[in-house]
């Protein structure tokens, strides 16, 4: 599966988990746009990720992980998660 495909699904199961329509995200976004998204024809950009996270609300790297998770080529989701804890802790300064 295509990464955009996988963000769609998971930016639509996330919606549906939280009983949401693709109007409530109004405030941030036209239904026609969302549609795309979840259709997996486009990519949103950082910012639009973070709104839409907002308003599911839920942390945009939720969506990104599962959609990582949907395209299937992470080892599982606790592989992915274990990967992301170590990336992030190698990389950020130590205090």
């Not at 199961?13 to 329509?21: I, N, P, S, Y």
């Not at 969302?34 to 308003?55: N, Y």
Request: net charge positive; with cysteine.
């Amino acid at each position: 599966m295509e990464l955009k495909q996988a963000f769609g699904q998971a930016l639509k199961q996330f919606r549906l988990a939280k009983g949401l329509t693709q109007e409530d995200f109004s405030s941030i976004s036209s239904r026609t746009y969302l549609s795309t998204l979840e259709r997996g024809l486009k990519c949103p950009t950082l910012d639009k990720l973070e709104g839409l996270a907002s308003v599911m609300e839920v942390h945009p790297l939720s969506v990104l992980a599962a959609a990582y998770h949907m395209k299937g080529d992470t080892g599982g989701l606790e592989a992915l998660l274990a990967r992301i804890r170590a990336e992030v802790g190698s990389a950020t300064p130590k205090s």
